[in-house]
């Protein structure tokens, strides 16, 4: 270890962090209240619009159209429709469109659902399309005839898949909104200017679940504020994305690579392996009242990390980002899990080629370059959800060049930007 650069570190942190006691540390307890959702008029088109009057309801949809991306050549198309529908996508590389695709699974076309998704396979990386989504609200079904509605649907909008391995890219990431709308508002406004192509919300941005309509308000939100009509988002769980009655739904509203809550996808030159820790404390704590079974969760997820870190795409990619929302190494905290479990133990050794990691969780920002508590790469935590430690950051790369920047709602960098080159 780099005395030095230990001290950079820790100055880094000391400096920007209110102290944590031993107790926050080893059990952090992050209930943070929850501001109250502000009302956006998210259904309606345009950017940043904030408004206390109730969202203007679209003819026919509960929830407009959203991207969440796959991979580079596949995209997938999430809306909600107030009446049970069949839905489908019809796309093309100009506004005439000409391609149709819907979902079916076992052989059944997907129909009578509220909650649609529909995924767009065999794309180029890095190219233009155009897209609509249309629905027939279905008034009654039965076995040897079902009754449809007017067929109802969106206006094409034009998206651009992720970039392919020879182009750069750009991502914008938020984390810890707590459902603070109004908060995000301003965070996405310091990112007007940079032209992103894809967005990440990384965990505790829909906290403590608890029904569909407050979440649904909330993802209008987002989903309007990144223009996640023409560029994709992604929205990984946080602890508190577990808690909560609408916690096993929310899965419903999101798109994963395999399906899965952890994943890898390729953007540009960088190799993004998106984790998920679960919960903070032990499966059998009683805040989760015998719910949880991340133990079990954690082992698969170690089994598939073995198999990503094999990969030809993660071994052969110019960079490699580790996004996970609970950081694996985080000051004093690391120390305390020197009794790690199993596969927390085997991760060290697994994730010890990353470039970055960037993690939230904390609430409290902070930069660790590599090695200073254990980490074996460089980790950036971002803040929030209160306005003098909310940040967002602005994640950059080419074949040559790494960038990070961690901005506060002023859009002044609070750390010096992380650069690393080749
Ligand atoms: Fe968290």
């Not at 109730?54 to 026919?60: D, H, R």
């Not at 939230?360 to 430690?389: C, D, L, M, S």
Request: aromatic share 10%; with cysteine.
């Amino acid at each position: 270890m780099k005395l030095n650069s230990l001290i950079a570190g820790l100055a880094v942190v000391l400096t920007l962090a209110a102290p944590l006691t031993a107790a926050d540390v080893l059990i952090p307890d992050l209930n943070s209240p929850v501001t109250d959702v502000v009302a956006l008029n998210a259904l309606t088109t345009g950017v940043s619009e904030v408004t206390t009057n109730p969202p203007a309801p679209v003819p026919g949809f509960l929830q407009t159209p959203y991207l969440q991306s796959l991979s580079p050549t596949s995209m997938a198309v999430l809306w909600q429709t107030r009446e049970p529908a069949y839905g489908w996508v019809e796309f093309g590389p100009t506004p005439a469109l000409g391609a149709k695709q819907d979902a079916s699974v076992h052989g059944l076309r997907t129909a009578n659902v509220t909650e649609h998704r529909v995924v767009l396979d065999g794309l180029r990386p890095g190219t233009n399309y155009w897209y609509r989504v249309a629905f027939k609200p279905i008034r009654k079904f039965q076995a040897y005839k079902v009754e449809f509605g007017p067929e109802q649907g969106s206006a094409p909008v034009a998206f651009q898949t992720l970039p392919g391995p020879r182009q750069p890219m750009t991502t914008v990431i938020f984390n810890d909104l707590h459902n603070d709308t109004m908060l995000f508002q301003q965070l996405r406004r310091v990112a007007d200017e940079t032209r992103f192509d894809f967005s990440v919300f990384n965990g505790d941005c829909f906290a403590d679940p608890a029904a569909a309509q407050p979440v649904l308000t909330t993802m209008a939100a987002y989903t309007k504020g990144v223009q996640a009509d023409h560029r994709p988002a992604f929205f990984l769980r946080g602890n508190h994305e577990t808690r909560g009655a609408y916690a096993r739904q929310l899965p419903a509203l999101m798109a994963w690579p395999g399906d899965r809550p952890y994943f890898a996808f390729s953007a540009g030159p960088v190799r993004f392996v998106l984790l998920d820790l679960g919960e903070d404390k032990p499966d059998d704590h009683s805040e989760y009242s015998g719910l949880i079974d991340f133990t079990r969760f954690r082992r698969k997820e170690t089994e598939w990390l073995k198999h990503e870190v094999a990969s030809r795409e993660y071994r052969k990619a110019t960079w490699r980002v580790l996004v996970h929302h609970i950081p694996l190494y985080w000051g004093q905290f690391a120390v305390a899990l020197t009794n790690r479990p199993p596969w927390q133990q085997s991760w060290p050794g697994l994730l010890k080629q990353a470039d970055l990691a960037i993690s939230g969780h904390t609430h409290v920002r902070a930069f660790y370059p590599a090695r200073t508590v254990g980490n074996p790469y460089p980790v950036v935590i971002g803040g929030g959800p209160k306005t003098n430690t909310a940040t967002v950051m602005i994640l950059e790369a080419d074949a040559r060049r790494l960038k990070l920047r961690v901005l506060d709602l002023n859009g002044k960098e609070v750390f010096p930007a992380f650069e690393k080159t080749r």
